[in-house]
């Protein structure tokens, strides 16, 4: 008995030390890394990076026509610029003749211009209590207008405290009257809902502009278009001569 149980304490110990030396070499192990993106490498496969066997070239100065890859290489070659492949998923892929930093400088420049399209649309909150007086809810009332006219979203709602959850009735009347005022400036895009102590109605604007590229290009008109003032020419002022006349000459 007492040899079995020193074997099994010694098992114990192996085990446990075992456990502890692969917990370190665990820990001194390096962590996988992800692979890094090499920035440095082309975007679109072009030239000789290009492996299927046809492709569609396109160009400003080329018929679109289906020709081997090989050939369209040795095309881009003759007329100084790249062979990018623009959809590499349509059979046969199709490809580009064109200088490819032109290409990528014409495709940043794309994406400005649309990011300049888009117009971010901010959500204003607009807060009622269900005993809101008339003179609180005019004054609301004119900051929607202006939320809506600027392009905002206008998320108003009522806010019950208390026993005041009793007249969720009262809010919802109050949030269709605000919503049929605004009937001009915006259309519903979620009619009045209980969440919790609120109820909550969502307007979205009908026109959604961009105000402030809109003002820069009127002030730009009418700096443009501003008259400009012509200065009268100046007359100088003929000298009277008081000297004596003398004959043959005019003064």
């Not at 490498?41 to 396109?58: A, L, T």
């Not at 003179?135 to 905002?152: I, Q, R, T």
């Not at 915006?186 to 919790?196: A, D, I, R």
Request: aromatic share 6%.
């Amino acid at each position: 008995m007492i040899e079995s149980s020193v074997h099994i304490q010694c098992t114990n110990i192996d085990l446990h030390t075992a456990l502890d030396l692969l917990n370190q070499k665990q820990q001194l192990m390096p962590a996988p890394q992800k692979p890094r993106r090499d920035h440095n490498k082309p975007q679109h496969r072009i030239n000789e990076q290009i492996r299927c066997r046809e492709v569609r070239i396109v160009g400003d100065d080329v018929e679109s026509e289906v020709m081997p890859t090989r050939q369209a290489i040795q095309l881009a070659q003759q007329k100084g610029v790249d062979l990018v492949e623009i959809s590499p998923n349509a059979v046969p892929p199709v490809c580009r003749l064109i200088n490819y930093s032109k290409f990528l400088y014409q495709q940043k420049k794309r994406q400005k211009e649309l990011k300049a399209k888009q117009v971010k649309i901010e959500v204003k909150e607009i807060r009622f209590g269900p005993q809101t007086d008339e003179h609180d809810y005019n004054f609301k009332l004119k900051h929607a207008k202006e939320f809506l006219s600027e392009g905002d979203k206008v998320k108003a709602y009522v806010f019950f405290r208390g026993r005041s959850i009793l007249f969720k009735e009262q809010g919802e009347v109050l949030l269709l009257r605000f919503a049929n005022d605004l009937e001009e400036y915006g259309k519903v895009e979620q009619m009045p809902v209980l969440e919790g102590k609120r109820m909550i109605l969502f307007i979205a604007p009908k026109k959604v502009v961009n105000t402030k590229k809109a003002d820069n290009e009127n002030n730009a008109a009418e700096q443009n278009n501003e008259p400009k003032v012509k200065k009268a020419p100046q007359v100088k002022a003929k000298k009277e001569y008081l000297g004596p006349k003398v004959e043959g000459e005019d003064f």
